[in-house]
């Protein structure tokens, strides 16, 4: 198995190779030369794997450069109850009649983002000795919230390895900052800047693939990685869940083998969705991959017309891991929906750059309705549908999760499809207490901490120990920078 670049189908890398450079040199991302199959047969008897084994599984077909002692070591690692709250990694749960949330935020840091970066630190040092490297690794984060405090655990004193965090300024929640500022680690650092996601992002990419920039890293003895879903040992763990959710499900006897599924996806940087749509290539039985936005919903109309077009107001809301106008991912998707045509790609890419706009061709337009529904909500519904949860199941959602609920609540009225349907739940209510109090109807204070204790009394779940523990930790990181100093940031705190 090889990876090419979405920008160069020339390009020809191992998985090792491409997981460690993170983005391909021409700001490519790249993808697998071909899916693996799996049988239903065989996605079956995954029901009877620990969740560990079901990615040792998955993983040796996709990274067939490593050893499957070296696999082993990675989902050893990472999938175990010391990371994870519960034994099934992803905890599957019976929301109403057919309809299940696939509770991705059991990890360190309560989010989805955990499924991924619990192993790719794993992933990339062995990928770093694979290739025979001696150069310490630099690992830039562009985050929306959860991505960056989901990599600092992951990475902290990872040997070989720094790691540096941008977030917007105003653009994550109380917790999610208070989640990052506060980190421990010796080779962590974390800086806001004055922006949006879309420009930390941008930042990022243009760091990444300067050449003179990565010139003065290796002059140094270093190398830039990425921990965001633009490398493909961020994405490949996040098919994992959808196999082994279709495993669960037939194992719990709550569908045939090979009956369809829905998966609903509250979507941001359209990672989290790209792999269910994987996983649907490799052979799980899936019907509508359904994307949700929230007022952002740049994707919605995208999906809906072929035209992806930018420019527009971008709005902070509650959901504000989903604040996202610049989707990485659809890069990849568009890559395999036009039959892997680079040059097609590097111009709707390239008139995205230049116009903030691209019109994909009427093929792809056809392709993209086959596969995808896709629908928004507000930050108005997203409160009523968390209210509308709680009341009708006693079930506490956070509020990226309600936007998927809501959508898929619209998708089901407007079509009456009854398929057994799987939403993917992203994050634990406890990473945005305020907005979910307020949806519920409850009264809090001021303090981010009085409020996860409200929210553990009408919840009944659980307080995370991992935020709990934030509350007396004394803030590390609070540097706020502007956007064009990234590079600046990055300089100073390596000491070149
Ligand atoms: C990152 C994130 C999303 C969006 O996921 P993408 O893979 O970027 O589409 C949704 N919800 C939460 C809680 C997140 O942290």
């Known amino acids: 198995m090889y990876y090419k670049s979405t920008r160069n189908s020339e390009v020809n890398v191992t998985s090792a190779q491409a997981i460690a450079q993170g983005i391909s040199e021409d700001g490519g991302l790249f993808v697998p030369s071909e899916l693996p199959r799996l049988t239903l047969d065989e996605i079956k008897q995954m029901g009877d794997l620990s969740y560990a084994d079901r990615a040792l599984f998955v993983f040796s077909k996709f990274l067939t450069d490593f050893t499957g002692a070296e696999i082993k070591y990675c989902v050893d690692g990472a999938y175990n109850t010391k990371n994870f709250d519960t034994e099934n990694i992803a905890e599957l749960s019976h929301l109403f009649d057919g309809t299940y949330m696939l509770e991705l935020w059991h990890g360190p840091t309560c989010a989805f983002k955990d499924m991924a970066l619990q192993i790719l630190p794993y992933l990339l040092t062995t990928s770093v000795k694979k290739i025979g490297t001696d150069k310490k690794v630099v690992i830039l984060v562009a985050t929306s919230g959860d991505t960056g405090k989901a990599a600092l655990e992951g ?232 209210k509308e949860i709680y009341d009708k199941y006693s079930y506490t959602c956070d509020t990226h999760t309600a936007v998927a609920v809501k959508v898929y609540e619209d998708y089901k009225k407007a079509t009456g499809d009854d398929t057994v349907t799987v939403i993917a739940s992203t994050a634990s209510p406890y990473k945005f207490s305020g907005s979910v109090l307020s949806a519920i109807g409850v009264e809090a204070g001021e303090d981010e901490f009085d409020k996860v204790d409200k929210l553990a009394e009408v919840s009944k779940l659980p307080i995370p120990a991992s935020l709990a523990e934030l509350k007396d930790k004394a803030v590390r990181f609070n540097e706020t920078i502007d956007k064009a100093d990234m590079k600046k940031f990055i300089f100073k705190t390596l000491g070149i």
């Open 155 to 386: 990475f902290k004193d990872v040997e070989g390895t720094s790691i540096l965090v941008f977030y917007p300024e105003d653009g994550v929640s109380a917790m999610q900052k208070k989640q990052m500022t506060t980190q421990d680690g010796a080779n962590v650092g974390v800086c806001a800047i004055k922006g949006n996601f879309d420009d930390a992002q941008n930042g990022v990419k243009a760091i990444f693939t300067d050449p003179a920039t990565g010139k003065e890293l290796a002059d140094n003895g270093l190398m830039f990685s990425s921990a965001n879903s633009i490398n493909w040992g961020r994405l490949a763990p996040q098919i994992i869940y959808y196999v082994s959710t279709y495993a669960q499900l037939i194992k719990e006897q709550q569908i045939d083998v090979g009956e369809p599924i829905n998966i609903v996806v509250p979507t941001g940087n359209f990672g989290n969705i790209l792999a269910g749509y994987y996983a649907k290539k490799m052979g799980v039985p899936v019907n509508k991959l359904i994307c949700a936005s929230n007022a952002n919903n740049v994707l919605t109309d995208f999906i809906n017309t072929g035209v992806y077009d930018r420019n527009r107001a971008f709005h902070t809301t509650i959901s504000p891991s989903m604040d996202i106008l610049i989707s990485s991912n659809l890069e990849r998707l568009l890559y395999h929906l036009s039959g892997e045509n680079d040059a097609q790609i590097r111009e709707w890419f390239g008139a995205l750059a230049k116009e903030g706009r691209y019109e994909v061709s009427d093929d792809v337009k056809k392709a993209l309705s086959e596969e995808f529904c896709a629908g928004f909500c507000d930050d108005e519904q997203t409160k009523a549908t968390i």
